[in-house]
T-cell receptor
Framework: AQTVTQSQPEMSVQEAETVTLSCTYD???????LFWYKQPPSRQMILVIR??????QNATENRFSVNFQKAAKSFSLKISDSQLGDTAMYFC????????????FGGGTRLMVKP | GAVVSQHPSRVICKSGTSVKIECRSL??????MFWYRQFPKQSLMLMAT?????????EQGVEKDKFLINHASLTLSTLTVTSAHPEDSSFYIC??????????FGQGTRLTVV
């Protein structure tokens, strides 16, 4: 079974600054994807970024980028130029492609962007 | 992009009654959908995997007779909370995978049992 750990229950950052959210996972699988999801106060889950394990290059999406360290089983999310709208819960998630595409979520990090 | 629609967004019901929550994939076919439960300030906990045309697969500790799942078509899965009790009050979310391997989530249903 996979486990996903987010060691930072809460974080805060000043608007326009950069923040990094941590995520580690444990698995013996090789064919997997990793995700970061955002859940704003509306509680709608929104995909932030996705990383395929077989890709060495770190994924980026505008202000969002990841640091994927496969050997260390680490998958951190960096948010640059933080905006007030980035305030939300952030969940790291693991998906084993050989096991029915089930997502395993970390406990979440509550991010507050301060003006 | 692909959309998953969940209905209702909020429901209040009396103890002992049943409540049905619908999850629809609007522009793609989903042979598999997932149902999650989320307690306040906590993560999503997988309850069951809904498979079109077959029985759902429930996670350990989830009562299949209380949480009935039906996946009668490639675009619709339903979760029925039977004989609801106050402890069933929670936020329920469904999701489905699009063909390009992206999970889309419904808007969620806040269930309150009084």
């Amino acid at each position: 079974a996979q486990t996903v750990t987010q060691s930072q229950p809460e974080m805060s950052v000043q608007e326009a600054e950069t923040v990094t959210l941590s995520c580690t996972y444990d698995t013996s699988e090789s064919n997997y994807y990793l995700f970061w999801y955002k859940q704003p106060p509306s509680r709608q889950m929104i995909l932030v970024i996705r990383q395929e394990a077989y890709k060495q290059q770190n994924a980026t999406e505008n202000r969002f980028s990841v640091n994927f360290q496969k050997a260390a089983k680490s998958f951190s999310l960096k948010i640059s130029d933080s905006q007030l709208g980035d305030t939300a819960m952030y969940f790291c998630a693991f998906m084993n492609r050989d096991a029915g595409n089930m997502l395993t979520f970390g406990g979440g990090t509550r991010l507050m962007v301060k003006p | 992009g692909a959309v998953v629609s969940q209905h209702p967004s909020r429901v209040i019901c009396k103890s002992g009654t049943s409540v049905k929550i619908e999850c629809r994939s609007l522009d793609f076919q989903a042979t598999t959908m997932f149902w999650y439960r989320q307690f306040p300030k906590q993560s999503l906990m997988l309850m069951a995997t809904s498979n079109e045309g077959s029985k759902a697969t429930y996670e350990q500790g989830v009562e299949k007779d209380k949480f009935l799942i039906n996946h009668a078509s490639l675009t619709l899965s339903t979760l029925t909370v039977t004989s609801a009790h106050p402890e069933d009050s929670s936020f329920y979310i469904c999701s489905a995978w699009s063909p390009n391997t992206e999970a889309f989530f419904g808007q969620g249903t806040r269930l309150t049992v009084v």
